[in-house]
């Protein structure tokens, strides 16, 4: 079946994406450029506008694509934790995939600090943030656990903070991150 021009169309905005999210990673968001998109896409510069209104619009998606499954990735396992333990030990094995300088922390790092600075992308970084949130908040509520909105507030931030300081230098040690993180959750 021969694909249609609403296909390769698809399959070039997908591909402009990906390329966006790689080079906000590897050279950061104010580095990466229409011209750097179109070259490692293999398109002209006049493809990249034709499917964005902007650079902004093309590096808040691509970013905002790879958070939200990420996001949706981690709220899915959090959703099946049967216990606050499961649930931190999820939280714990999925801050071993990420050193800090790997290209996902990248971007995240990237995309926080131009979120600081663009209140569009702020508003959108923030729905999913609080998405994430309030899907641990209520998991940890249904587990009995205390404070779970600020519990999970903490948590998510934590996630954050980590991956940020191991760009610095080891952290702490996976049994060490669970006993800390145990007390958050302790009762009482």
């Given at each position: 079946m021969r694909a249609t021009t609403a296909d390769r169309g698809r399959e070039v905005r997908r591909r402009l994406l990906h390329v966006a999210a790689e080079l906000i990673a590897e050279r950061g968001w104010t580095a990466v450029s229409?011209?750097?998109?179109a070259e490692r896409a293999g398109v002209t510069p006049g493809v990249v506008h034709y499917h964005f209104a902007s650079?902004?619009?093309?590096?808040?998606?691509?970013?905002?694509?790879?958070?939200?499954?990420?996001?949706?990735?981690?709220?899915?396992?959090?959703?099946?934790?049967?216990?606050?333990?499961?649930?931190?030990?999820?939280i714990a094995g999925f801050l071993r995939d990420y050193d800090g300088t790997d290209p996902t922390s990248l971007l995240f790092a990237e995309t926080y600090l131009a979120a600081g600075r663009d209140d569009d992308l702020r508003r959108a970084l923030g729905e999913v943030v609080g998405g994430l949130r309030r899907r641990l908040a209520d998991r940890l509520a249904a587990q009995g656990v205390a404070a779970p909105e600020a519990t999970a507030a903490t948590l998510i931030a934590l996630i954050d903070g980590i991956v940020l300081h191991r760009a610095l230098g080891p952290g702490p040690d996976a049994a060490d991150l669970m006993a800390v993180l145990r007390r958050l959750v302790a009762p009482g």
């Open positions: 229409t011209r750097l998109i650079m902004r619009a093309l590096l808040a998606e691509a970013a905002l694509g790879v958070i939200r499954d990420l996001a949706e990735r981690l709220g899915t396992g959090l959703d099946q934790a049967g216990t606050p333990d499961e649930a931190l030990g999820l």
